[in-house]
């Protein structure tokens, strides 16, 4: 089975700051991967999707950005952080088709503070 | 605008209670509902996915209903214990939408008591 390794898992960081989380998986080949936000007390919010190496959909405008520089590895990056960045950054694998009954799997995890 | 509404915010119950969770949906066009179930500080795991032909799906303690004519679901957890004590997410897939597919509603966090 596939696993999900996000680092760091806490981060606290100062505004006008870089950032850089990163999202490494195991266990599969050529998956779809995902970038969500999860804002205190809000839906998560689908910020990037991967279907391939350099391949990267953007869902929302923002000043973040996002890399697949390899098939397993999904990076999730800022040149200068807003107070708004801050949140719970959640990587996860898409495994069959979502529109059916295809599985998404969660990372635990990064949490970033921005002060 | 998709949109997924959950209610309540946040429920406390005592171990060994039932209680029922809601979900309001207006996601269009409708392709699956899923219940996921997330600790604190971790990701969330899931829990069931329901089609639209599904009306009752369940998972151990876990009972999940679909009424798709009202745009309605529920999650029943029958005698709760304390690891029952997580936010309860509940998602739809739209069946058009190639990307963001997924709309997320904020949750139900359940708080189980000794």
């Known amino acids: 089975s596939q696993t999900i390794h996000q680092w760091p898992a806490t981060l606290v960081q100062p505004v006008g700051s870089p950032l850089s989380l990163e999202c490494t998986v195991e266990?599969?080949?050529?998956?779809?991967l995902y970038w969500y936000r999860q804002a205190a007390g809000r839906g998560l919010q689908l910020l990037f999707y991967?279907?391939?190496?350099?391949?990267i959909s953007s869902e929302v405008p923002q000043n973040l950005s996002a890399s697949r520089p390899q098939d397993r590895q999904f990076i999730l990056s800022s040149k200068k952080l807003l107070l708004s960045d801050s949140g719970f950054y959640l990587c996860?694998?898409?495994?069959?088709?979502?529109?059916?009954?295809?599985?998404?799997?969660f990372g635990e995890g990064s949490r970033l503070t921005v002060l | 605008k998709n949109q997924v509404e959950q209610s309540p915010q946040s429920l406390i119950i005592l171990e060994g209670k039932n209680c029922t969770l809601q979900?309001?949906?207006?996601?269009?066009?409708?392709?699956?509902l899923r219940w996921y179930k997330q600790d604190t500080g971790r990701g969330p795991v899931s829990l069931t996915i329901?089609?639209?032909?599904?009306n009752t799906k369940s998972n151990g303690r876990y009972t999940a209903t679909l009424d798709a004519d009202t745009k309605q679901s529920s999650l029943h957890i029958t005698a709760s214990q304390l690891s029952d004590s997580a936010s309860y997410i509940c998602?739809?897939?739209?069946?058009?939408?190639?990307?963001?597919?997924?709309?997320f509603g904020g949750g139900t966090r359940l708080m189980v008591k000794p």
């Open positions: 996860a694998i898409g495994q069959g088709s979502l529109r059916n009954t295809g599985e998404l799997f």
């Open positions: 991967s279907v391939g190496i350099g391949q």
């Open positions: 329901m089609t639209f032909s599904e």
């Open positions: 266990g599969t080949s050529n998956p779809n």
């Open positions: 998602v739809v897939s739209a069946a058009d939408n190639a990307g963001n597919m997924l709309t």
């Open positions: 979900c309001n949906y207006t996601v269009s066009p409708f392709s699956n």
